[in-house]
């Protein structure tokens, strides 16, 4: 399968920990998006990459928020000290480049206990 | 801050039906407007897009329709059958830039 994948698919946590997502873009994709869907929403747009640089970030990623995507393959996106209201689907897309489709991962699945 | 908004939120309707769901966005800089497929437990899938410079598209059964003046733009799923039972997502973005999403449609399509 050479679509987006996303690990993990599920995670559950405790408030306060630390958790992290790995999400590897279709190959040769320059463009990787992050979103944060929740329940019975729509997905919301989180930041993106062009090859290893970030280049937009929402307002929504707090500085409990990390993303990194080096060497322009794949990205990673830390949450620190979870708090329940990250509850949420972490959503990855790639696209080959400017104004071209973006195709979207699996998931992963975040609940904060 | 909502741009783009969707309705209706769920829609229920027999096989064969044609549902329709509509969207109104108010940023007149966007330039593509795509339609998601979500199953539960996947991610979107693209169903169909457009881009201003055209009215209407058809892929397979699925129809899109757009009114630039009236910032409005629609699909429409001919034929319907139980395996569309899905939430759809309408979308814009300007120059190939991140999604606004709408908040979605639930169909269910009954046999």
């Known amino acids: 399968d050479t679509g987006v994948s996303q690990d993990p698919r599920h995670k559950i946590t405790k408030r306060g920990q630390n958790v992290t997502f790995r999400c590897d873009p279709i190959?040769?994709?320059?463009?990787l998006y992050w979103y944060r869907q929740t329940l019975g929403q729509g997905p919301e747009f989180l930041t993106y990459?062009?090859?290893?640089?970030?280049?937009?970030k929402s307002r929504l990623l707090s500085d409990r928020f990390s993303a990194e995507r080096p060497k322009g393959s794949f990205s990673t996106l830390e949450i620190q000290r979870t708090e329940q209201g990250d509850s949420a689907m972490y959503l990855c897309?790639?696209?080959?480049?400017?104004?071209?489709?973006?195709?979207f991962g699996p998931g992963t699945r975040l609940t904060v206990l | 801050q909502q741009q783009v908004k969707q309705s209706p939120q769920s829609l229920i309707v027999q096989k064969g039906g044609i549902p329709i769901i509509n969207c109104a966005y108010e940023?007149?800089?966007?330039?593509?407007f795509p339609w998601y497929q979500q199953f539960p437990g996947k991610g979107p899938a693209l169903l169909i897009a457009?881009?201003?410079?055209?009215s209407e598209k058809k892929e397979g059964r699925f129809t899109i329709s757009f009114n630039k003046s009236a910032k409005q733009f629609s699909l429409h799923i001919m034929d319907s059958q139980p395996g569309d039972s899905a939430t759809y997502f309408c979308?814009?973005?300007?120059?190939?830039?991140?999604?606004?999403f709408g908040g979605g449609t639930r169909l269910m399509v009954k046999p």
């Open positions: 897309a790639s696209s080959p480049g400017l104004r071209d489709t973006q195709y």
């Open positions: 190959s040769e994709h320059n463009r």
């Open positions: 990459f062009q090859n290893e640089a970030q280049l937009e």
């Open positions: 940023n007149t800089a966007f330039d593509y």
């Open positions: 457009i881009r201003p410079d055209v």
């Open positions: 979308a814009a973005s300007r120059e190939g830039n991140m999604l606004t």
